[in-house]
């Protein structure tokens, strides 16, 4: 793994990019967390924040490199 990727997983990170450096597209990461890729859309947009119990899934999933707070910043 490079430096500069390795820097980024350290930090708050958006859904979108860990998606990006994770491969994994919308459709597939809305399979994983039991959402429409409509909702996925939404949340890397930032035009809606996941609901508690998507979060704790997302939280789950990326193995905690995204979390709440990513969100709201």
Excluded at 15 to 38: H, N, P, Q, R, Y
Aim: no cysteine.
């Amino acid at each position: 793994m490079s430096n500069t990727i390795s820097i980024l997983l350290e930090r708050d990170m958006k859904l979108k990019t860990w998606l990006a450096i994770e491969g994994i597209s919308g459709v597939e990461f809305a399979e994983m967390v039991d959402v429409t890729d409509g909702a996925v859309t939404l949340w890397k947009d930032g035009s809606r924040i996941p609901r508690p119990a998507q979060m704790q899934k997302i939280v789950e999933v990326t193995k905690g490199k995204v979390k709440a707070q990513d969100f709201y910043s």
